[in-house]
T-cell receptor, first 115, second 112 residues
Framework: KQEVTQIPAALSVPEGENLVLNCSFT??????LQWFRQDPGKGLTSLLL?????REQTSGRLNASLDKSSGRSTLYIAASQPGDSATYLC??????????????FGTGTRLLVSP | SQTIHQWPATLVQPVGSPLSLECTVE??????LYWYRQAAGRGLQLLFY??????ISSEVPQNLSASRPQDRQFILSSKKLLLSDSGFYLC???????????FGSGTRLTVV
C-alpha cells in the first residue's frame, strides 16, 4: 500500500527566505508526482507535475525534484513571499487494482511566510 | 481549456437527511472522474472513481454512493447523512491524454 509522508508538517519563515519542502513515498512504482497548493477552505491548485521518467520541473520560483528509486521529492521555493502562505500537498499517481490510476496524498506542509 | 465545476460550495445538513453534490467538467471528453474527501486534520482520501458513464468504483466502504449519468457529470449522494460524513469534498478529473489531475473548488459539508 502506497503511503506518502511530508516533512515538516508546518513551517514558519520570514519573507525572502529560500525553503525546501520534503515528500517521501513507500512504493516507487508511480506514474508521476504532483505538487499542489491549498489555501484555507479552498480547492487544490496544481503547481508542478513530474513524470516518473523526469528528475525535476520548474515553474517560476518553484522547483520540484524527483528521485523515484529512493522514493523522495522536494519542492524548493525561492525568495518566499507572504502570498506563498498555504498548505502544500504532495501526491503520487499510483495504480488501482483495476489497472486505473489514483492519487495518493501526503498530509501536507502548512507554510506561513511573514512580512 | 478544461474547467471543473462543483456545487454547492458549502452545505449544512441535519443527520439523517439526503445529500447530492454535483461535479461537471467542461472542455474534455471521457475523463476519469474522482471524488475525494478531506476530513478535519486528515489527508485526502479517495472515495469513488469513474472511467465512464455508469461505471463507478468505490475505494472505501461508507455511507455514500456515486453516479455518473453523463460523460462529464459526477454526482455524490447519500440517503441518510451521518455526523462522520462531515468534511471537505473535492471532485477531480484526469483525461486520457493528460497525466495530471485537476481539482474543483470543493464543497464544505457540515452534518449537524
Amino acid at each position: 500500500k502506497q503511503e506518502v509522508t511530508q516533512i515538516p508538517a508546518a513551517l514558519s519563515v520570514p519573507e525572502g527566505e529560500n525553503l525546501v519542502l520534503n515528500c517521501s513515498f513507500t512504493d516507487s512504482a508511480i506514474y508521476n508526482l504532483q505538487w499542489f497548493r491549498q489555501d484555507p477552505g479552498k480547492g487544490l491548485t496544481s503547481l508542478l507535475l513530474i513524470q516518473s521518467s523526469q528528475r525535476e520541473q520548474t515553474s517560476g520560483r518553484l522547483n520540484a525534484s524527483l528521485d523515484k528509486s529512493s522514493g523522495r521529492s522536494t519542492l524548493y521555493i525561492a525568495a518566499s513571499q507572504p502570498g506563498d502562505s498555504a498548505t502544500y500537498l504532495c501526491a503520487v499517481s499510483t495504480h488501482l487494482n483495476t489497472g486505473f490510476q489514483k492519487l495518493v496524498f501526503g498530509t501536507g506542509t502548512r507554510l506561513l511566510v511573514s512580512p | 481549456s478544461q474547467t471543473i465545476h462543483q456545487w454547492p460550495a458549502t452545505l449544512v445538513q441535519p443527520v439523517g437527511s439526503p445529500l447530492s453534490l454535483e461535479c461537471t467538467v467542461e472542455g474534455t471528453s471521457n475523463p476519469n472522474l474522482y471524488w475525494y474527501r478531506q476530513a478535519a486534520g486528515r489527508g485526502l482520501q479517495l472515495l469513488f472513481y469513474s472511467v465512464g458513464i455508469g461505471q463507478i468504483s468505490s475505494e472505501v466502504p461508507q455511507n455514500l454512493s456515486a453516479s455518473r449519468p453523463q460523460d462529464r457529470q459526477f454526482i455524490l449522494s447519500s440517503k441518510k447523512l451521518l455526523l462522520s460524513d462531515s468534511g471537505f469534498y473535492l471532485c477531480a478529473w484526469r483525461g486520457w491524454s493528460e497525466t495530471g489531475y485537476t481539482f474543483g473548488s470543493g464543497t464544505r459539508l457540515t452534518v449537524v
